[in-house]
């Protein structure tokens, strides 16, 4: 998708306008990431650092594949079995 818009005064500064509809479906919130390139602005939301990973595990947990990947079979030491308070 392609929006053109217009450069507009802000104060002393100078912004764009970006439609409502466009922040909604980018998921923009109040604060964003600018990445400047040669004759390119790029606009990209800020990742949280565990962002989606709801969304993740209900897919894994979907296709079977979210069991613990633990080992039952390791055994204790016998400092773990006899000296070790659990």
Partial sequence: MTVK???IQIGNSQGI???KP?????GFTDEVVLE???DQLIIR?????????DEAFNAMAE????HLL???SLTLTEWEE???EW
Avoid: C, F, K, Y
Wanted: proline content about 9%; overall charge negative.
């Fill in 36 to 38: 400047i390139l040669p």
């Fill in 5 to 7: 818009t217009r450069i």
């Fill in 45 to 53: 939301s800020v990742q949280q650092p565990r962002q989606r990973w």
């Fill in 63 to 66: 296709a079977g594949d979210d």
């Fill in 70 to 72: 633990d080992d039952d």
């Fill in 82 to 84: 006899n000296a070790w």
């Fill in 17 to 19: 306008r970006i439609p």
């Fill in 22 to 26: 466009i922040l909604e479906q980018l």
